[in-house]
């Protein structure tokens, strides 16, 4: 039986009832609080540095070599992944799987937690998901799992993840790795 | 854009750029913006009293304007065109009234779940038999829970501004979903008032398809080669998670325009003599009635308020709440039968009790001012010259 989360089953009690949007231009969300980006930036490092089979989730936007910002953002990805100790399981597309999913190797926004239980993950980041599929998938993770979600958006967060940066471009994503390495010396990971 | 117009972005188009005072109906006002807001396409069924404001929209069509402008074989077809114009990622307009909205409504409430950004013009009458065509907002209770965000044009300069912000406001990554602008039939579309407008050689920024929470269906280019919306209809528990999420995606979705309700139009609602003992609170039309019921009252120094709604969706529950915190009772003048926004106030403040229903004008009747000054007399325990009568 999965592990659920402080929701249980019901997928309602998702952030915006609770009157959290997605953060001021500039800022990010750490749970309820709007904080700065490198803030947010060493807490999912530090989370997915001390939590159990940490993995990456990226999405069609980074995995697909359509422009080459997503060549870039592909390429520091897997640094990403090498500094967080991280495996990767990709979302590369938005069809539900039926009859069944192949838990080990895909994630799917319209039932992620089949993907999380499995892999019994505790710490992810969602990154390259396009915007509406990254915010279901989060309000299900949220209410089915206790994995701790992370989403670094090229465009304006998500506040169903317990941690969001907004506005995030290959620069940040390289700013972001340096952050981790810091945090991962710092506890000796 | 051919006709060489300069580009910007709407805080600019809304709030800084230069403008000039013109004498103009309101299907007028919505088309000038329109004009202004470099649309890519426009579709419609023409029906009374919108087609004033899509005829209008043809006439820019053909002056270069809008790229692509055509009638649809009725009001389920346009619906349906426009959400499969907006997977090409385009910018879209179109509108309707009455009867044809609810004839659209089908695919119109199927438009936020599919994440179909555009702007739709609600220019409003009688809905139900005997057929008619004049002027009645109840067809705007039937957009309440059909998850678009829905502004409410008080005369022709909200007619102008409300669509022009439409536009930013349904593309906005984390709203993205359709924005509908209503205002009365004939009362405000056939009718002529002052509108303060921006110069038709700025227009706004062009849509980028890419900055969207949904890709945009271009089979040629990668990452698009994907199904966006596939069905959910297993009868197991994960497909009612994933219908669940979804539905509340499109509301988060609906709660988030408030901000940029906020940055383009100044807020979802005016209050004036906010220490009053008795408020008239009203939206569109209604409103203008309102507020010169509210001048009648300040002559008469009587202690009234006055509270226009902009927003019906998403609707201002805490800024209403706070607005009416001290008042003794709101008096919610409405230009439909059934007073809609009668009961959304009753349900977002916690003294329903002060809510007086009415006064209600429906079937095309024009709202008095005195009808609502009666309130106002009765509201603050004072006699009327009609109500003695």
Request: glycine letters at 6%; one cysteine or more; a negative charge.
């Amino acid at each position: 039986m999965a592990n659920l989360g402080p929701a249980d089953y019901s997928p309602y009690p998702v952030a915006t009832y609770d009157g959290i949007l997605t953060p001021p231009e500039g800022k990010a969300l750490l749970l309820t609080d709007i904080v700065d980006e490198e803030v947010a930036m060493r807490e999912i490092a530090r989370v997915m540095l001390t939590s159990e089979n940490a993995t990456i989730f990226p999405g069609p936007q980074v995995l697909y070599a359509w422009n080459e910002e997503a060549k870039k953002k592909a390429t520091l990805i897997k640094e990403m992944a090498e500094v967080l100790n991280a495996k990767m399981i990709p979302m590369y597309d938005y069809r539900p799987k039926y009859p069944k999913i192949d838990a080990e190797v895909e994630i799917n926004p319209n039932h992620p937690n089949l993907t999380i239980w499995h892999n019994n993950i505790k710490a992810c980041i969602f990154i390259g998901v396009h915007c509406h599929y990254a915010n279901v998938a989060l309000k299900i993770v949220r209410a089915e799992t206790d994995c701790y979600t992370s989403a670094m958006c090229a465009l304006s967060g998500h506040e169903d993840a317990m941690a969001t940066i907004r506005d995030q471009h290959s620069e940040d994503l390289a700013r972001f790795i340096q952050v981790a390495r810091e945090v991962k010396q710092e506890l000796g990971k | 854009m051919s006709l060489n117009k300069t580009l910007v972005s709407m805080e600019y188009l809304l709030k800084e750029a230069p403008r000039e005072k013109h004498f103009i109906t309101g299907a007028q006002a919505m088309a000038e913006a329109v004009k202004r807001a470099s649309v890519d396409m426009a579709i419609a069924y023409p029906i009374t009293p919108q087609s004033e404001v899509m005829h209008l929209v043809g006439d820019i069509y053909a002056q270069g304007h809008i790229k692509e402008y055509y009638r649809a074989e009725e009001e389920l077809g346009t619906m349906s065109a426009i959400a499969g114009a907006a997977r090409a990622g385009v910018r879209l307009f179109t509108a309707t009234s009455g009867p044809g909205l609810l004839r659209g409504l089908e695919a119109i409430v199927s438009w936020p779940g599919h994440r179909v950004p555009c702007v739709l013009g609600v220019l409003t009458r009688v809905v139900n038999a005997p057929l008619s065509i004049q002027p009645d907002n109840i067809e705007m209770a039937y957009l309440l829970h059909s998850g678009v965000v829905l502004l409410h044009a008080e005369n022709q300069q909200d007619t102008f501004d409300m669509t022009l912000a439409a536009f930013a406001i349904t593309e906005k990554v984390d709203v993205y979903i359709p924005v509908a602008v209503a205002t009365e039939g004939f009362f405000v579309t056939h009718a002529k008032g002052y509108v303060d407008m921006t110069s038709e050689e700025l227009a706004f920024n062009e849509p980028d398809p890419y900055a969207a929470p949904v890709p945009a269906m271009d089979n040629e280019v990668p990452p698009a080669r994907i199904q966006r919306d596939a069905p959910v209809q297993k009868s197991n528990f994960m497909s009612y998670l994933i219908h669940s999420v979804w539905q509340q995606e499109i509301w988060d979705s609906n709660k988030r325009a408030m901000k940029y309700i906020y940055q383009y139009l100044g807020g979802p609602i005016e209050v004036q003599n906010p220490d009053a003992d008795v408020f008239v609170l009203a939206s569109g039309c209604a409103a203008a009635q309102a507020r010169e019921a509210h001048r009648y009252a300040q002559e008469e120094e009587l202690s009234v308020g006055f509270i226009k709604v902009r927003a019906i969706r998403p609707f201002p529950k805490e800024e209403i709440r706070a607005a009416l915190k001290n008042a003794k009772k709101v008096i919610i003048p409405e230009h439909n039968i059934i007073g809609w926004l009668a009961t959304e106030v009753k349900a977002a403040i916690p003294n329903s009790g002060i809510v007086v229903d009415g006064p209600r004008v429906y079937g095309g009747m024009t709202l008095p001012v005195e009808l609502i000054m009666e309130q106002v007399y009765m509201a603050l325990g004072m006699k009327s010259e009609t109500l003695q009568a």
